[in-house]
């Protein structure tokens, strides 16, 4: 999948999946040859998880 479309699917925008792969929640994902980035359904299973974790009351770090 790529970027736009886990970011639908897990209900954020994009520069959200940027920033947890800078904060380390969501591993780097591997690019195609043009350098488009491809994730897994793993990836919307982890953002997902981490923005329940938020709303609940969670900080990123305890989320890790």
């Known amino acids: 999948m790529q970027?736009?479309?886990v970011?639908?699917?897990a209900g954020v925008n994009i520069q959200t999946l940027r920033y947890y792969e800078r904060r380390g929640l969501l591993g780097r994902?591997?690019?195609t040859a043009s350098g488009y980035r491809r994730?897994?359904?793993d990836a919307v299973r982890i953002?997902?998880?981490v923005?329940?974790?938020q709303e609940l009351?969670?900080?990123l770090d305890?989320?890790?």
């Open 3 to 5: 970027t736009g479309e």
């Open 7 to 9: 970011a639908a699917r």
């Open 29 to 31: 994902p591997p690019r």
């Open 39 to 41: 994730y897994s359904e």
């Open 47 to 49: 953002v997902r998880f």
């Open 51 to 53: 923005k329940r974790a």
């Open 57 to 59: 009351g969670f900080t």
């Open 62 to 64: 305890e989320a890790e």
